[in-house]
């Protein structure tokens, strides 16, 4: 299995482009690889069909390979309705259905005409899958962010709306499951759903089997901020991050601080499960006073208005410097990346009155 990371950056770009640029960059990247994240992509298919992919006058068959029924489409298009945002996008689409050894039966052959309709549905359901709401994605794919603990993903909905079809990249802290390896990942897999050209990462201290076309998970602590810098310097920036793990205070922060850097302006650090920022045991305090990760985050908004304060041109924080947003839910904090650089109110609005 080789290493789709490269490849699938490439790609994702390239799905909206035109169709030379495309066709170009799929020869660059070998058809080969290609094909095989779009059948990463596709998955398993209950039906008895065939899928003949064909690029630069050459075709593969994949799928049941020795099925009667055939769907054939160019190795772009299936990219293309994959990752692109065409709302019909597969021009090259031909379908070859079985022969019909009985048509003496109307009833028995329109039965199978609608089994042959489900099965090319199937395959390109798969190819372009149906934009389903976060709220319906967690509980499908076994998250915890709706309906079980939490409530989050209406407040997520809000947020990441402007970003679902983009090329986000994402790490989240914590993918769930405890020291068990081959649990959680529930989110992981929901945000792959949900960011169809998005490339989703999960960090975990316990090594997770969690697998999917577009996750990668990294075994590290949460805590260590020298490991948390190398990895946003090797696998960022970062759109969207969001920290779903420990939830002990200090190690919220201590995260915020290393991975903050390795946000893209326009992007997001999400932190969830504030609700230990009053809970003494996990290093939090009744007032959520400093040192705790909500005393951390009020301590952003202040960071947020300081032209009024100081000359905006001065030695801010990095933090004061580059955050333009935050926004707080019940238990949850959206912080946003941009340049603070507005400038304060007169100096003679100050003593006016």
Same mark, same amino acid.
């Given at each position: 299995?080789?290493?789709r990371?490269?490849v699938l950056t490439?790609l994702?770009?390239?799905? @909206?482009?035109g169709?030379d640029? &495309?066709d170009?960059?799929?020869?660059? &990247?070998?058809?080969?690889?290609v094909?095989?994240i779009?059948l990463?992509?596709i998955?398993?298919?209950e039906?008895?069909v065939?899928?003949d992919l064909h $690029?630069?006058?050459?075709t +593969?068959?994949?799928?049941q390979?020795?099925?009667?029924?055939?769907?054939?489409?160019?190795?772009?298009d299936?990219?293309?309705?994959?990752?692109? +945002?065409?709302e019909?996008?597969?021009?090259?689409?031909?379908?070859? @259905?079985?022969?019909?050894?009985?048509? +003496?039966?109307?009833r028995?052959w329109f039965?199978? =005409?609608?089994g042959i309709?489900q099965?090319?549905?199937?395959?390109?359901?798969a190819l372009?899958?149906?934009?389903?709401d976060l709220?319906?994605?967690?509980?499908?794919?076994?998250?915890?962010k709706w309906g079980?603990?939490?409530?989050? @993903?209406?407040?997520?909905?809000r947020?990441?709306?402007r970003?679902?079809?983009?090329?986000v990249?994402?790490?989240?802290?914590?993918?769930?499951?405890?020291?068990d390896?081959?649990?959680?990942?529930?989110?992981?897999?929901?945000?792959?759903?949900?960011?169809r =050209?998005g490339?989703v990462?999960g960090?975990?201290? +316990?090594p997770?089997t969690?697998t999917?076309? =577009?996750? @990668?998970?990294?075994q590290?602590?949460?805590?260590?901020?020298?490991?948390?810098? =190398?990895?946003?310097?090797?696998?960022?920036?970062?759109d969207?991050?969001?920290?779903d793990?420990s939830?002990?205070n200090?190690?919220?922060q201590?995260?915020?601080?290393?991975? $903050?850097p390795?946000?893209r302006?326009?992007?997001?650090?999400?932190v969830?499960?504030?609700?230990t920022?009053?809970?003494?045991?996990w290093?939090?305090?009744p007032s959520?006073?400093?040192g705790?990760?909500?005393?951390m985050?009020?301590? $952003?908004?202040d960071?947020?208005?300081?032209a009024?304060?100081?000359d905006?041109r001065?030695e801010?924080?990095?933090v004061?410097r580059?955050?333009?947003?935050?926004?707080?839910?019940?238990n949850?904090?959206?912080?946003e990346?941009g340049l603070?650089?507005?400038?304060?109110?007169?100096?003679?609005l100050?003593?006016?009155?």
């Amino acid at each position: 299995m080789f290493d789709r990371r490269p490849v699938l950056t490439t790609l994702l770009q390239a799905a @909206t482009a035109g169709r030379d640029l &495309l066709d170009d960059t799929i020869r660059k &990247l070998t058809p080969a690889a290609v094909t095989e994240i779009v059948l990463a992509e596709i998955g398993k298919v209950e039906h008895d069909v065939r899928l003949d992919l064909h $690029f630069d006058g050459e075709t +593969t068959s994949h799928l049941q390979t020795a099925a009667e029924l055939v769907i054939t489409l160019s190795l772009a298009d299936a990219v293309r309705g994959l990752y692109g +945002t065409d709302e019909r996008p597969w021009p090259s689409l031909a379908v070859r @259905t079985p022969a019909d050894e009985d048509t +003496t039966d109307p009833r028995a052959w329109f039965g199978r =005409r609608h089994g042959i309709g489900q099965a090319v549905d199937a395959v390109l359901s798969a190819l372009k899958p149906a934009e389903a709401d976060l709220g319906s994605l967690s509980v499908a794919l076994g998250s915890d962010k709706w309906g079980d603990l939490h409530w989050y @993903t209406q407040h997520y909905e809000r947020h990441f709306a402007r970003l679902r079809t983009e090329p986000v990249r994402l790490l989240e802290i914590g993918i769930g499951g405890y020291d068990d390896p081959d649990r959680g990942g529930g989110s992981l897999r929901m945000w792959q759903r949900y960011f169809r =050209r998005g490339l989703v990462h999960g960090l975990d201290i +316990t090594p997770k089997t969690v697998t999917g076309p =577009r996750i @990668t998970t990294i075994q590290g602590d949460q805590s260590d901020a020298e490991f948390l810098d =190398r990895l946003g310097r090797e696998l960022g920036p970062f759109d969207v991050i969001i920290d779903d793990g420990s939830h002990l205070n200090d190690h919220v922060q201590i995260s915020f601080h290393a991975l $903050f850097p390795h946000v893209r302006p326009g992007g997001l650090y999400v932190v969830e499960d504030l609700q230990t920022a009053y809970w003494p045991r996990w290093g939090g305090h009744p007032s959520a006073a400093d040192g705790t990760s909500m005393g951390m985050l009020k301590s $952003f908004v202040d960071g947020l208005n300081q032209a009024e304060v100081r000359d905006p041109r001065g030695e801010g924080s990095y933090v004061e410097r580059n955050i333009s947003g935050i926004s707080f839910h019940h238990n949850i904090a959206f912080v946003e990346k941009g340049l603070n650089a507005e400038e304060g109110g007169p100096e003679f609005l100050r003593t006016l009155f």
